[in-house]
């Protein structure tokens, strides 16, 4: 089966612009997870979705990122305006079931705001 | 609230030494802990897992047991091999909250020939 996919794999934008992020969940699975590891500190929860509900958002910085997962397929992270503070490797994962079934771990995107 | 800390790297052995990366947590309840690894150009994936005290999980020689007396979660590796250099990562989930991951800092293992 394919895996967890993410776009872009880089990229660096400046201080102000919108960047966009996108997760493709293995198929079937209804958990949606993002994550995010800024330089030289731990990797930080952001939220889950259950298909297409956000079942948990508390890790998300500020509104400035805005989640979606439209049809309960895929998700983007988009950040409007970004920061630089938002500069890390964003990760996403998907499972099939909320416990006990493992995650899956897409490569991650690496955000550089500049 | 719930917090993992892990041993700083880098560490860079020799092939055939012996591992260890200390971990160990703060947590209410019974959490599940996990250690994930980072190859280079890859995603996390999970290497190992336990979901209650004195469990031992393991995979591809690595063992780590769930010790609550301690609150430890130490990784070990009898021999290293230039293949395990990656970055690893010492985690935990508690019932209820949806597997969000907490998560140690990582530790970056470099092992040279």
């Known amino acids: 089966e394919a895996g967890v996919t993410q776009f872009p794999s880089h990229s660096v934008i400046e201080k102000g612009q919108t960047v966009t992020l996108r997760c493709d969940p293995i198929s079937g699975h209804d958990n949606l997870y993002w994550y995010r590891r800024v330089m030289g500190k731990e990797i930080k929860f952001l939220l889950h979705?259950?298909?297409?509900?956000?079942?948990?958002e508390s890790g998300m910085p500020n509104n400035r990122f805005l989640a979606e997962r439209t049809g309960g397929t895929y998700s983007t992270l988009k950040v409007q305006p970004a920061e630089l503070e938002d500069s890390g490797v964003y990760f996403c994962?998907?499972?099939?079931?909320?416990?006990?079934?493992?995650?899956?771990f897409g490569n991650g995107t690496r955000l550089t705001v500049t | 609230g719930d917090s993992v800390t892990q041993m700083e790297g880098p560490v860079t052995l020799s092939e055939e030494a012996f591992l260890t990366i200390n971990c160990t947590y703060t947590?209410?309840?019974?959490?599940?802990l996990f250690w994930y690894v980072q190859y280079p150009g890859e995603g996390l994936q999970l290497l190992l897992k336990?979901?209650?005290a004195d469990d031992k999980g393991s995979n591809k020689g690595f063992e780590a047991t769930y010790r609550k007396e301690t609150t430890s979660f130490h990784l070990e590796k009898g021999s290293v091999q230039v293949s395990d250099s990656a970055v690893y990562f010492c985690a935990l989930s508690n019932a209820g909250n949806n597997r969000k991951l907490i998560w140690g800092l990582g530790t970056s293992l470099a092992v040279n020939p």
């Open positions: 336990a979901t209650k």
């Open positions: 947590a209410t309840g019974y959490p599940s």
């Open positions: 994962a998907s499972s099939v079931r909320t416990g006990g079934s493992p995650l899956h």
């Open positions: 979705f259950v298909k297409e509900s956000k079942q948990d």
